[in-house]
T-cell receptor, first 113, second 111 residues
């Protein structure tokens, strides 16, 4: 089944404890992206990757890192999480930036205490 | 002012009604997306438009590039259509690589 998976789905952590949210797609998509969703602010793009070893900042990259060593994986790294990073995170992929459908992962609800 | 504005923010309808959700944007775009977010949180892509009109089942999406406006229509609405509908645009300034989202329209369809 074609899908985007994220792990973990739920995470409660404490300020400053490094964490990684994994994202994997099995559709051989070139483009992958991370978004966060907050009440009243909607979805905002954090980072995106147009292919292996090619990543770039979105609208809200501060406090996040990403890597794209393999086509299928695009992990989101929070080196020192803070409470303002409490949010719902979505990973998405598409064949390329110009094609139609973005496939979204199920979301990761992160709480930073 | 946000680059992408949706209206209305909230919409309540009776089953069977025709529904319209609007999206206006202020930048040059290469494409516009309509997304549906289910009550459980999952997001599904409904349409991508660069011109004209697309139809899928009871859903119709239109775009007017000159007026920088798009509409999502739902015919014969049903309670299962209750969801948040989100408009997103790919700006030409970023070569289509970034998406900017509206805040979403919460639709509730009552039986």
């Amino acid at each position: 089944e074609a899908q985007v998976t994220q792990n973990p789905r739920y995470l409660i952590t404490v300020t400053g404890k490094k964490l990684t949210v994994t994202c994997s797609q099995n559709m051989n998509h070139e483009y992958m992206s991370w978004y966060r969703q907050d009440p009243g602010l909607g979805l905002r793009q954090i980072y995106y990757s147009m292919n292996v070893e090619v990543t770039d900042k979105g609208d809200v990259p501060e406090g996040y890192k990403v890597s794209r060593k393999e086509k299928r994986n695009f992990p989101l790294i929070l080196e020192s999480p803070s409470p303002n990073q409490t949010s719902l995170y979505f990973c998405a992929s598409s064949p390329s930036t110009t094609t139609d459908t973005q496939y979204f992962g199920p979301g990761t609800r992160l709480t930073v205490l | 002012k946000n680059e992408v504005e949706q209206s209305p923010q909230n919409l309540t309808a009776q089953e069977g009604e025709f529904i319209t959700i609007n999206c206006s944007y202020s930048v040059g775009i290469s494409a516009l997306h309509w997304l549906q977010q289910h009550p459980g949180g999952g997001i599904v892509s409904l349409f991508m438009l660069s011109s004209g009109k697309k139809k899928h089942g009871r859903l119709i999406a239109t775009i007017n590039i000159q007026e920088k406006h798009s509409s999502l229509h739902i015919t014969a609405s049903h309670p299962r259509d209750s969801a948040v509908y989100i408009c997103a645009v790919r700006s030409v300034e970023t070569s289509g690589s970034r998406l900017t989202f509206g805040e979403g329209t919460q639709l509730t369809v009552n039986p």
